[in-house]
């Protein structure tokens, strides 16, 4: 599978970004779901929102709760990650990484780093005036 993140770059606290992520089309009946993860300068990778195979499912860490929201267009094999209201924490480099899921149209969104299996490199976000 393979991973295509963009849409990083330099804004201002209070702007925003909008992070694509293109990804292999399945060749089976199985779907992806995609999740975005972050790591900021000296820090862990954490987990930042992720979205289930059907789109059904989406989950958010508190600190993207309200500011951020994924989505995704399956006929561009492409989630977005629609970054509002960014602040100087957000700064990080942002990775998003696949999983197949299959199954129930209602199965949750991985969360956490180890449910995924495919990772892209990474896009950085830099927020500062």
């Known amino acids: 599978v393979q991973l295509q993140a963009s849409g990083g770059g330099l804004v201002q606290p209070g702007g925003s970004l909008r992070l694509s992520c293109l990804h292999s089309?399945?060749?089976?009946?199985?779907?992806?779901?995609v999740g975005w993860f972050r790591r900021a300068p000296g820090k862990e990778r954490e987990f930042v929102s992720s979205?289930?195979?059907?789109?059904?499912?989406?989950r958010y860490a508190d600190s993207a709760k309200g500011r951020f929201t994924i989505s995704r267009d399956d006929a561009k094999n492409t989630v977005y990650l629609q970054m509002n209201s960014l602040e100087p924490e957000d700064t990080a480099d942002y990775y998003c990484?696949?999983?197949?899921?299959?199954?129930?149209?209602?199965?949750?969104?991985?969360?956490?780093?180890?449910?995924?299996?495919?990772w892209g490199q990474g896009t950085l976000v830099t927020v500062s005036s």
């Open positions: 089309k399945s060749t089976t009946s199985a779907g992806y779901a």
């Open positions: 990484a696949v999983v197949r899921q299959s199954g129930s149209w209602r199965v949750i969104a991985p969360t956490t780093e180890a449910e995924y299996r495919y």
């Open positions: 979205i289930n195979w059907k789109g059904y499912s989406t």
